[in-house]
């Protein structure tokens, strides 16, 4: 499924929200240097039925096994129209586990998960702390675990980044949390 105009949007619009929330208040240390040399590969799959996903997301990951880190360090699938409701979403989470076991990629590439209404098990929907991972549009961080092993080596304290995004949430506020994704949206 094919249709430029959307295409063009839903990168643009993740990428302002990489740029102006991720990177902004550095909930991920390890996306300046992979945002700064455009090795972050953007792939919107428009498909509507979970199993028109599988196909694409299975090119995705298999693309990203094979090249080169200088070119595709990691991957942001995106999934506009299929996943809306985020108990299917993360029902899917299960899916995309088993295609990283059948593809032979457990120990080579991972899957975070980021959604529009991502809410922690622990957490309220409206608590503010779920926007550590909101986005724009469902989305599949497919990583490599080279890049991760090399974050947890480098990073002086990367078990203590979820709780810092959190607090650093808190501190601001639902109320501004809201407008400042909501501006990441193209009008």
Not at 66 to 77: K, N, Q, Y
Not at 118 to 123: C, G, K, P
Request: net charge negative.
């Amino acid at each position: 499924m094919c249709d430029n105009s959307t295409t063009a949007r839903v990168i643009a619009e993740t990428r302002r929200w990489l740029q102006q929330i991720v990177l902004r208040h550095n909930f991920c240390p390890f996306a300046h240097k992979p945002f700064q040399q455009e090795t972050i590969h953007y792939i919107v799959c428009l498909e509507k039925e979970p199993e028109a996903v599988i196909a694409a997301l299975i090119e995705a990951l298999l693309q990203l096994r094979d090249s080169d880190i200088s070119v595709i360090e990691t991957t942001l699938f995106i999934t506009p129209n299929c996943f809306n409701a985020f108990d299917e979403y993360n029902d899917f989470l299960t899916v995309v586990d088993a295609l990283i076991e059948q593809l032979n990629l457990a120990g080579t590439i991972q899957v975070a998960s980021f959604h529009p209404d991502y809410q922690f098990a622990d957490l309220g929907a409206a608590d503010v702390r779920n926007f550590t991972n909101r986005s724009l549009h469902p989305l599949f961080h497919l990583i490599r675990e080279a890049s991760v092993e090399h974050a947890r080596a480098t990073h002086p304290a990367v078990l203590s980044i979820p709780q810092t995004n959190m607090e650093l949430l808190k501190r601001r506020g639902l109320e501004a949390t809201l407008r400042e994704i909501e501006h990441c949206r193209l009008k």
